[in-house]
Structure formats: C-alpha cells, structure tokens
C-alpha cells in the first residue's frame, strides 16, 4: 500500500474527469458531496439486463462499469463554480490489466488467487491523495504483488504527468 498525495489538484481532476488517462478502471464505488451527497454503486444492475445481456457484460471482466460509462456522470455533479466539499472513489484495475501486471511482475499469484487491486481516491475539501490496496482470495505473506502494484501506480502516475508526493 503506498499513500500518495497529489500536488496539482486542478491538473488532476482534468484527467480524472475530462481525460481518458483514468479509464483503464472499474468503478467499484464513488460518494460525492456537494449540495448533496450522491453514492454511484459501480456493480451492474443484473436485474437492469437480459441474462443474455448480463453473462455477454460480465463475461470477461468483473460485474463493474468500466469508469468511462460512468465518469461523465461524476463531472456533471463536480462541475460548477463550487468545489465538492468531498468526493471519494473507489477503483479496481480490470481483469485484463490484472492478467498483464502478474505475468510482467512474475509474482506467484493467479488471477484466481486476486480479489482486486484498489486506487482510492479521496478529496477531503482541500487536499487529495491515492492510496493503493490489494485483496487476496487467499492468505500470503509474499508481498510481492502488493509491491509490483505499488511501483505500477507510481510509474503509470508518473507518466500521465501526475505531480505527488509519497507519504
């Protein structure tokens, strides 16, 4: 788990909202407070789709939105003259990008072995950090998908030109 705090919230918020830099992920959860307080549940509504419909959605990837389906939702409720008093969002790397960062980190896990991997993303009203996590199906002291994780956010950051500080 690495803590990261974003320097440049404007530039940030602009990739997070009105860029694709972001779009690599499912939306697990977003709870945003404005004049309101709105909670986005990203698991597909099954009852929503044909099971048709739903199996063809979820066949390959988890029961989440792909955070591009949702994101312009997240922006009409952020935008205006007045900055949320909060917001936080909770992201899950798509299958996928799982498959693709345990075979380039040679960890010892499977897909199957993996719940997810987690960027948090919270807004307090003045400041904003990421934080990392992972869960496991299955209890492992190795570390080091956790570790290859980590080290990925930092660089993926780094190269969407994110500016932070790790604490």
């Known amino acids: 788990m690495v803590h990261l705090k974003i ?7 602009s990739k997070l909202l009105l860029q694709d830099v972001f779009d690599c992920f499912l939306l697990l959860e977003a709870s945003i407070s404005t004049g309101n307080i709105f909670t986005i549940d ?3 509504n099954r009852d929503f789709y044909t099971k048709e419909e739903y199996e063809e959605l979820t066949a390959s990837e988890y029961a989440l939105t792909p955070w591009y389906q949702l994101r ?8 205006g ?3 949320p008093s909060q917001f936080k969002l909770i992201f899950q790397l798509s299958l996928p990008d799982l498959e693709q960062l345990i075979q380039k980190a040679q960890v010892p896990f499977t897909v199957h072995d993996v719940n997810g991997l987690f960027l948090n993303i919270k807004y307090d009203g003045s400041s904003l950090s990421c934080i990392t996590g992972i869960s496991l199906r299955l209890f492992s002291l190795d570390k080091s998908l956790e570790h290859a994780w980590d080290q990925k956010i930092q660089l993926w950051f780094e190269h969407a030109g994110i500016v932070f500080d790790l604490l």
């Open 81 to 83: 003259s007045r900055t």
């Open 42 to 44: 990203g698991h597909r």
């Open 72 to 79: 312009h939702y997240c922006y009409d409720i952020i935008k």
């Open 7 to 13: 320097l440049e919230i404007k530039p940030f918020m």
